[in-house]
């Protein structure tokens, strides 16, 4: 019996998240993103010490495009919504993709398209030239160079966006809010490894971010939108739990604190999932 409700609530579920895809589009444009002209400094002064710092961090990124953390970098140039979504899906706890999790997905591209405007009209004013065209050196990417040395370095759109991501994905599962973070920190940070942005123009980018993911909590569309995401993910926890059939769940007494998950003590937290042996699952 709990099987078949809970397919039919997945199924369900799925059918919104059909509809949150085509309607995925907010009614927010340029305007009505918070303007980073008046509430962000000026890019640092030549003569400044935040520009030795930017310097300084340049040099950090060209010591770091050795090994692992160089390949992360110049896979994390990609701005593409669902090539960024696979990148966070590790740290989100499952993969985020159009297929797999159609609501969140439907959020992201929203919300993400939505954020991606509160960075133009600073870039614009600003005209700020990116760091390996100043150096002389070419990008550590794949990126079109000339491309990218025509679009302006400060605030960065890449920040911007991997910050954004975390910050989204954060909310739908706080319980991973660390680990996506972590990972919004570093898709940043991947910006001045390749040479594409100065630290400063990363830092202004994840400031941008947070302005713009208050903003977009203010629309009544996409609150619509991350209600249907987080509905999704605690119903497909559920079915990541079905897919175990090694898994037992035992409801000690009526107290949800007594659960236990293989015999071990489990807690449930402020979603009704418990938590044990890093498994979760909700509570039938």
Not at 51 to 72: E, P
């Amino acid at each position: 019996m709990h099987t078949r409700i809970f397919t039919l609530i997945i199924l369900a579920v799925m059918a919104v998240g059909a509809v949150a895809q085509q309607r995925a589009a907010l009614n927010l444009h340029t305007e009505d993103m918070p303007d980073a002209r008046r509430y962000l400094p000026y890019q640092p002064d030549s003569a400044s010490a935040a520009f030795a710092y930017d310097v300084s961090q340049y040099y950090w990124g060209k010591d770091n495009r050795k090994g692992t953390r160089g390949v992360q970098a110049r896979s994390d140039a990609a701005y593409g919504i669902d090539v960024v979504a696979r990148l966070f899906s590790s740290a989100f706890g499952q993969t985020v993709s159009p297929a797999t999790t159609p609501c969140i997905f439907a959020m992201l591209d929203a919300g993400l398209t939505a954020a991606a405007k509160g960075v133009t009209q600073a870039k614009n004013a600003n005209k700020r030239r990116r760091p390996f065209v100043v150096f002389g050196d070419p990008v550590y990417s794949t990126e079109n160079m000339t491309v990218l040395a025509a679009d302006y370095s400060y605030p960065s759109g890449h920040a911007l966006r991997g910050w954004a991501m975390a910050l989204l994905l954060a909310e739908v599962n706080p319980d991973a809010q660390e680990a996506l973070l972590k990972r919004g920190y570093e898709y940043g940070q991947s910006r001045i490894i390749v040479g594409a942005h100065w630290q400063s123009d990363v830092d202004a980018g994840r400031l941008i971010a947070a302005a713009c993911v208050a903003r977009l909590h203010a629309d009544p569309d996409f609150r619509e939108l991350m209600r249907q995401a987080k509905e999704e993910f605690l119903a497909t926890q559920h079915h990541i739990f079905t897919e175990q059939p090694n898994l037992t769940i035992d409801r000690t007494s009526a107290d949800d604190a007594l659960y236990t998950i293989d015999g071990r003590p489990a807690t449930s937290d402020s979603h009704g999932v418990l938590v044990g042996r890093g498994k979760k699952v909700i509570v039938p």
